[in-house]
């Protein structure tokens, strides 16, 4: 959930000459500094709150840094209309973290001369590390390697520049329209005050593979009353993606278990190889379908080219304009690593937790589809390697590539929802199955099960969860 601080400006009757220059100005002309500010006189400033499922500014900072706001002002009680005026037109508000961060990370947007910066994320006081002051692209200038580049254009404002901006009590109402990630160039996002629609000039796209699994769409609305300027204005951010996640546990007595890389997948003979996956990535997904007797790569079909309608801004709607097919593996980070005593020897692995769903330890990774398309959806396949270490004598068995299908019914994405699947590597008793999986004494390694899945709703923190199938491919 995402806050505006907000703030009235005194500006004296008894000066019309300000009053007229003022209406002359241009949208992105300087506000006059009010000649008096008490606490509730301050310019808008940004800061964040807590959202159901976590922190905002955490969420927000680490899955898209920015976000673009269209302001205007009016008086109507239902929504922004054409004749209103603006305030912002797609002002970039960025993170702006103090460049304290630890080594090779960005601390986001650097905050120099920025009045509204803090580090009160949490708190209504209108300081936090997301600001817009000075963000427009001719005055960021940042060279500090510790903060976002102003020769990264793609991170850069439309506009040239970007003023603080105030709270006008000569207007009943003040609307907010907001999306994030922020988009630079001739295909940021419109939004048309006539129809109250936000509207993506190009597709949106689904994360693939490694490089583009970040990939991330929000938006966000609100309408203030008059009577509310100077307090907390909430613009909650609804995503276009789902969100995905992988967790691991282990039911094997006697062993512990550390995943370890998968092998390449062979595209052209439908298989996993025995080529080191180069160092990209520890687990691997693959779009595949079952047809009753084996797999087969597939292609997964998903909505793009989104319009928002936000007329109604405590129900947004969304309409799709196209479709769009993507069959690229997705290849997600292994687990933290983490220290365990194995026959008196000390051993540093990634390893995964024991006996229940509940213990599952998480890859870093998430993945962000689009909703599925109309069309029949395909399932994935999830390949895993690992290795069991004897608790007693350190013995140790290494399984490369077990897979485990997850149906379509589980792969049918919805915007705004956390989908969280988790696998268990486990033996199977009696003996029997797979004649190549490796033995336990009289039980057969069963490998990887998925099983267990459960759907959060990023709005209102809902969980539910589902039963789920075991199966295993060959």
Request: glycine content about 6%; proline content about 5%; charged content about 15%.
């Amino acid at each position: 959930m995402i806050t505006l601080k907000t703030h009235s400006v005194l500006l004296a009757a008894a000066l019309p000459s300000m009053l007229l220059a003022l209406a002359a100005c241009s949208n992105d002309e300087p506000m006059p500094t009010p000649q008096s500010q008490t606490d509730d006189q301050e310019a808008i400033a940004f800061t964040l709150h807590d959202s159901p499922l976590s922190r905002a500014d955490a969420a927000l900072q680490t899955e898209a840094v920015n976000f673009g706001v269209f302001a205007y002002k009016g008086s109507s009680a239902t929504a922004v209309s054409a004749s209103d005026q603006t305030v912002m037109d797609n002002y970039l508000v960025g993170y702006g973290q103090s460049a304290t961060q630890s080594t090779g990370t960005v601390a986001g947007y650097n905050p120099s001369g920025a009045t509204t910066i803090g580090d009160a994320s949490s708190t209504a006081d209108g300081q936090s590390y997301w600001f817009y002051e000075n963000l427009g692209s001719s005055q960021y200038t940042n060279t500090d390697s510790q903060y976002i580049l102003a020769t990264n254009t793609a991170m850069m404002s439309n506009n040239a520049e970007q003023y603080l901006k105030y709270w006008d009590d000569d207007y009943a109402y003040t609307y907010f329209y907001a999306y994030a990630p922020y988009v630079n160039g001739s295909n940021t996002p419109t939004f048309d005050p006539a129809t109250q629609t936000l509207t993506y000039k190009a597709d949106v796209e689904m994360g693939t593979n490694r490089s583009g699994y970040s990939q991330q769409y929000m938006y966000a609305a609100s309408i203030v009353p008059k009577t509310q300027y100077g307090q907390d204005v909430d613009l909650v951010f609804h995503r276009l993606n789902a969100k995905v996640r992988i967790g691991f546990y282990e039911t094997i007595p006697g062993y512990k278990v550390y995943l370890t890389p998968v092998l390449e997948w062979d595209k052209v003979n439908k298989k996993m190889t025995t080529n080191p996956f180069n160092t990209e990535g520890e687990i691997v997904a693959v779009p595949a379908k079952w047809d009753g007797n084996s797999y087969d790569k597939d292609t997964y079909v998903y909505q793009s080219t989104p319009t928002i309608d936000l007329s109604d801004v405590s129900n947004p709607t969304v309409s799709w304009g196209s479709q769009n097919l993507n069959n690229n593996e997705w290849i997600f980070d292994n687990v933290a690593t983490s220290t365990v005593t194995i026959a008196t020897e000390t051993l540093t692995e990634p390893w995964i937790g024991e006996d229940a769903a509940a213990n599952a330890v998480y890859s870093p990774t998430y993945y962000y589809p689009l909703p599925a398309g109309t069309i029949e959806n395909c399932g994935f396949i999830y390949y895993v390697s690992f290795m069991l270490v004897a608790e007693d004598t350190g013995e140790t068995i290494q399984v490369n590539n077990a897979g485990v299908y997850v149906e379509p019914t589980y792969t049918q994405w919805e915007s705004n929802m956390l989908y969280t699947y988790i696998f268990k590597i486990t033996a199977a008793a009696p003996a029997g199955g797979d004649p190549d999986a490796p033995t336990i004494g009289t039980d057969v390694l069963k490998a990887i099960v998925f099983d267990a899945c459960t759907v959060t709703d990023f709005a209102t923190g809902a969980t539910q969860e589902f039963e789920v199938g075991s199966t295993t491919t060959e």
